[in-house]
């Protein structure tokens, strides 16, 4: 894997140009997303940001989405599957509304820079520090987001495609290493930290997902709210997405099962080897009253446990 020790203990960067990029304008833009996520839209400021699912009418998950708002529109930045799916749901219900979508995938690449020194990094480099989570700086032509996709420190930064190969020489310059895809993957699991497309889908609803910071209780009505609001009054979560450790360097395959006795109390969703910790770290939807930390399974012959998050 290249790159995973710089990841972990210093900076490395990765090419995510791949995933979606939906630019909104408009007066109601904001009060259009509002009323298609999960998380409070309207209260967003120029700068600021946050994370939401897109729900459907039964309440299951579509897609996930950093939503950043800037001055003059709002930038969604997705995971590459759910791009065009999310384009085409939002243009559904756009009626009288004054929004206008810009699908941009190949109008600017998205770098991601992340490690415990990846702050350090981007300052050599010249770019602007955003303080808080979803938080976005302009660095010339360029936007800085503070966003991650493995749950270490970091930022992702957008610039125009032709700036791509002076962006990553001042990064490398600066003292990132680059890293591969792999890599990120393992750190992202080390960290418990799901992706869509592996750990959330639309199986699920969203608070099986165990990521509050992606909901609003208070916010009003959305597509989904109806089903939101009906699990967490009457506490109807059966199982919740938790971070695993297993006694193994063989990774198992999603939708394998782990049993506490004879019953089955958990399904993988995604596993890799870790070389920091020698064993398996995976993430996996445990039942309820097993999702604790230190909680032991086991998976045929191999130990396993709940992680703290």
């Known amino acids: 894997m290249r790159g995973y020790e710089a990841l972990r203990q210093r900076a490395a960067w990765l090419d995510l140009s791949a995933r979606g990029k939906i630019k909104l304008t408009g007066e109601d833009r904001a009060r259009l997303l509002h009323a298609m996520t999960t998380n409070h839209i309207q209260q967003l400021t120029p700068g600021a940001g946050c994370y939401a699912f897109f729900l459907n009418d039964k309440g299951r998950i579509l897609a996930d989405a950093n939503i950043l708002c800037r001055p003059d529109h709002m930038l969604l930045d997705l995971e590459p599957e759910t791009r065009e799916k999310i384009y085409q749901h939002l243009d559904r219900f756009i009626i009288a509304d004054d929004v206008t979508l810009e699908d941009a995938p190949e109008a600017a690449v998205t770098i991601a820079v992340e490690g415990p020194e990846s702050d350090r990094v981007l300052e050599r480099a010249g770019a602007p520090l955003p303080d808080a989570d979803y938080a976005t700086l302009p660095w010339g032509h360029r936007l800085v987001a503070r966003l991650n996709s493995t749950g270490s420190r970091g930022c992702f930064v957008f610039a125009p ?22 890599s990120f ?3 992202r699991l080390e960290h418990g930290k799901p992706r869509y497309g592996e750990d959330i889908s639309e199986r699920f609803l969203a608070q099986e997902t165990n990521q509050p910071q ?10 989904g709210q109806e089903i939101v609001e009906r699990v967490r009054s009457r506490g109807q979560v059966h199982r919740v997405l938790m971070p695993l450790l297993l006694d193994t360097k063989v990774p198992p395959e999603p939708g394998a099962k782990l049993q506490i006795g004879e019953a ?10 870790s070389p920091v910790l020698d064993r398996v770290a995976a993430l996996a939807y445990v039942r309820t009253e097993h999702a604790r930390p230190h909680t032991a399974m086991t998976l045929g012959d191999v130990q396993a446990e709940v992680a703290a998050l």
Do not use: P, Q
């Open 161 to 182: 495609i032709e700036e791509k190969a002076g962006l990553i020489a001042a990064l490398e310059a600066a003292g990132a290493d680059s890293a591969d895809a792999e």
């Open 185 to 187: 993957r393992v750190v």
């Open 214 to 223: 992606a909901m609003h209780f208070s916010k009003g009505c959305y597509l």
């Open 264 to 273: 089955s109390v958990a399904e993988i969703t995604s596993a890799a080897y």
